[in-house]
């Protein structure tokens, strides 16, 4: 790539800043008239809430700012890479999304897209496409090394299908062929893909493992999302409680995901999960429990009340068989006296004692973006290392906080 051709692109920020979720939005309309096979592969349901088209601006907007340096982009890379590699995204399919991307900076920008800088869009475009997609064949190859390892999708069978809450199911997954799944890092997810009837469409979704890794059979614990008078119901979770029973299959992709328990570290760890955020911390506080770790665990979860809350018997048995570990439940709809079981209103971190904010401590914080920010920030002011923070949105990545 040019100098002048790095200027240009570079020149381009500003205008990607103003217009980014307008140039990806037409892109992905774009894309999805001339290719609509590639809609078995997106997730159609974040198309409506432009989540997507965020994402995906802003990754191109961190790419063209580091044009000179992409190194300092690897982290970014490798988090799209864990997404994509779950998703089965091949190399062969850089070129569709290039084309279809410089063709809507043309669209979009007009008179002002030059053959000069549609041309030095293209060359940065292929470079990025070949960081990424050389960094996806690699993370594809670990997959494989792994025993019983794959890549792209495989039929699993559904064991067994608990219900935890009124509100979160769990599915048991073992291959349909029997043998043994690949261990995984606690806090990783795995692809789902189920046709869906009423769009004629292959549609996946991620979905944490809830349970310690096993060599057996992955668990998952989904949330019926329920729509609301303007919004439809979520389309895959409602589909899993309502048509998947036990003995049917559904394809999986295998675990991915950077969001994992750092399992070489003894500092004390707090896990602070919303809801049905805390699937991801179950695996992660199972395998310490497993392992007979001695690491001080505090388990801080909030939902709305007793009936929506999953898994309160499993913690509370590893509560009263392990001294190190400690729960801090908070009801968010329940009025009343508190009890020594839990507390009224949102969590809030303040009103567990100053011990909670120890600077040697690790903390995993999963839940709605508001509730990660939230929380994120109030470590901070506490004088919390950031490096010590780790957290996941279950959706396209929004939050910038590190
Ligand atoms: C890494 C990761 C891990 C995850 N782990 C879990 C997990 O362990 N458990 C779990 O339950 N979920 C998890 N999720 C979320 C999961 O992937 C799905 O997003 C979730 O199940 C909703 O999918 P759906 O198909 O049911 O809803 P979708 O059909 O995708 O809809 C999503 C939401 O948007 C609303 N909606 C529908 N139509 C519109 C519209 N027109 N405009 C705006 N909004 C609309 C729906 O009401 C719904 O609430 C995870 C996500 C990620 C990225
Ligand atoms: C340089 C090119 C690309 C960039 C910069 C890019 C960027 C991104 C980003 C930022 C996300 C969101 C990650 C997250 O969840 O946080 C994402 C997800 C995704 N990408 Fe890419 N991507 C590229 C190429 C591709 C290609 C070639 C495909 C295949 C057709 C693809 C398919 C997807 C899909 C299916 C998702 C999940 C989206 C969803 O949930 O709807 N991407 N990508």
Known sequence: MTNKQKELVKATVPVLREHGVLLTTHFYKRMFTHNPELKNVFNMGNQQ??????????????????????????????????????????????????????????????????????????????????????????????????????TGWRPFVVKEKVKESAEITSFYLYPTHGGEVPDFTPGQFLSVRLFLPELNLLQPRQYSISSAPNGEYYRISVKREAGTHLLADGMISNRLHNFVNEGDIIEVSAPAGGFVLNADSDRPVVFISGGVGQTPLMSMLESLVESGSKRPKTWIHGCRDNNVHAFKEMIEYWESKNADVKKHIFYSEVTGEESADWYNGWVDLNQLGDEIFAHETEYYICGPAGFIELHYRELLSKGIDKQLIHFEEFGPQTLQLN
């Open 49 to 150: 809430n432009s989540k997507q088209q965020t994402a995906l601006a802003m990754a191109v907007l961190a790419y063209a700012e580091h044009i000179e340096n992409p190194a300092v982009l690897m982290p970014v890379v490798d988090g799209i890479g864990q997404k994509h590699i779950s998703l089965d995204i091949r190399p062969e399919h850089y070129a569709i999304v290039g084309g279809h991307l410089i063709a809507s900076i043309s669209e979009v920008l007009g008179d002002a897209a030059t053959p000069e800088l549609l041309e030095a869009w293209t060359v940065a475009y292929n470079q990025l496409a070949a960081i990424m997609s050389g960094h996806e064949s690699k993370l594809y190859a670990k997959q494989v090394e792994k025993k019983g390892g794959w």
